[in-house]
């Protein structure tokens, strides 16, 4: 599997492949049709040359013929014979015997005619008497190895022939010899070989820049853009929903690769609308969760609260009766200790008083009972618990600020109990300014919740980070007022959570704290704000 893996081929080097291979192919053939075009039009040329050499043998001997002047013919013959790339040339009559030749040791000999320079002519039974131009050429190699073309000139009985005195030849006689000129084609060989060398030399380089061309087209055409496509593929499928494909032309791939990017966006908004959801719904499981946790705190705290208060407070209620009636009477009477006396009785009854607000606070802590709720203007509930705690935040030197927004929707509450958490929360957030700050208050409305809110902001020493996880829970408390309970934050989270709200606080050590309280709207009013 890893091994095919490895030797894979891509479709850009499957269209190189092809594109090379029938580039090679294209000009392999062309060449070689080349080649052999050029070959025989040098040979076309060669045979033409060598039939003008014969035709001037003719010509040039026909008066020496005509004189039977022999030596003169022979003169002629060797002067012609001498020229470059001329083999040999010879003169002889029909029967094979040479009377003529540039080579003198040829001369009143017989033509072999088995030979391959004239085995086309006698080849029957009687030999040819006319050959046309292409059939009196032939090659084949002499004796030495090399290529040579011989060419035939047949000696035609013309009647100036056949009329002459010095050897008179029958009228009937067609023929009465022939001329043989045989050239070398080592020039020619050399030609054709430099051709061949330099057409080979040129192909090589087509085929290279042809196939260089198209692997460049393929790469930057085809392969690129398919690499591109894949590489976003796999970064698409390992989560980056964020990658774009550069669309590089107007063509099917630029299509592809547009298509590519909007698929890859409706994929990102698909999963970032799940993602959403996922996270509302985590939202909503961690508050159930963290609701299910206080109410079990809930319900055991209540459980305490009702056996503290059937077991402690009457006998509470005794004590602090006794101690005030005692106390009373003491200060009737003139004795030596009463003001000691009467300050023990102070003490009893303060702790008892205490002990009382306590078991009060437990209890309405634990209380379960359905709340008295109606639709309620949220600034009417913030402008009473302002003016609760107005003459105390002026007398801590504490400036208020009031952001109230106008036509809130109303919310579905108790009056009373929310009321109840905002006043925690000023008188908290005073507390937290000790040598006087800033307390801003104000009141806003979310649509996309459908929530009221109110957020209470102070500019005292906030809240370390380790200790902001746990103030909410019961009887925790970092005052060192020996009266704090620590019940505060945990009824006016208690309180919220009854009404299906939710409180949080964001804090910052050394510059304040934020809480904010939010209620859901009544749910004629967010029917309307839906629609």
Known sequence: MNLRATFRLGLAAKLAICVIASTAAFFALFGYLNLRSERRYSQDLVEQSANRVTDVIVRSTH????????????????????????????????????TYSTHAQEVKTVVDKTAEGCIGCH??????????????ARYFTDNEGHRVLGVMRAIDNAPECSNAACHVHQAGQRVLGVIDAVLSLEVVEGQIKQHQANLTWFLVGAIMFGCGAAVLFMWVVVYRPVKELMDGTHRVAGGDLEYRLPVRSDDELGDLAASFNKMTAEVAG???????????????????????????????????????????????????????LVLRELLKHELP????????????????????????????????APSNREPNDLNTIVERAVLLVKHKLAMQNIELVERLAEHL??????????????????????????????LEIATEFDAASEQGSVRVKDTGSGIPADVLSRIFDPFFTT?????????????????????????????????????QVSLPVTAAVATGVSK
């Open 63 to 98: 008066y020496e013929m005509l004189r039977n002047d022999r030596e003169a013919l022979y003169n002629v013959i060797q002067e012609l014979g001498s020229e470059p790339g001329i083999q040999r040339i010879r003169v002889f009559n029909k029967e094979g015997f040479i």
């Open 123 to 136: 080849a029957q039974s009687a030999p040819r008497e006319h050959l046309n131009r292409r059939d009196r």
């Open 270 to 324: 698909v999963q970032a609308h799940i993602e959403e959801q996922v996270r509302r719904k985590t939202a909503e499981l961690e508050r159930v969760h963290k609701t299910l946790l206080r109410s079990e705190k809930m319900a055991s705290i209540g459980k305490l609260a009702a056996t503290v208060a059937h077991e402690i407070n009457n006998p509470l209620f005794g004590i602090l009766t006794y101690a005030r």
């Open 337 to 368: 200790e009463r003001d000691e006396m009467a300050e023990q009785l102070q003490t009893i009854e303060r702790e008892s008083k205490r002990c009382g607000d306590l078991v009060k606070n437990l209890l309405t802590f634990s209380r379960q």
């Open 409 to 438: 929707p109303p919310v579905e509450c108790d009056a009373n109990q929310i009321q109840q958490v905002i006043l925690v929360l000023m008188v908290n957030a005073s507390e937290a300014m000790p040598k006087g700050g800033k």
């Open 479 to 515: 005052k060192e007022d020996q009266n704090r309970t620590g019940l505060g934050l945990a009824v006016a989270h208690s309180i919220v959570e009854q009404h299906a709200g939710e409180i949080s606080v964001r804090s910052t050590p050394g510059e304040g704290t934020e809480f």
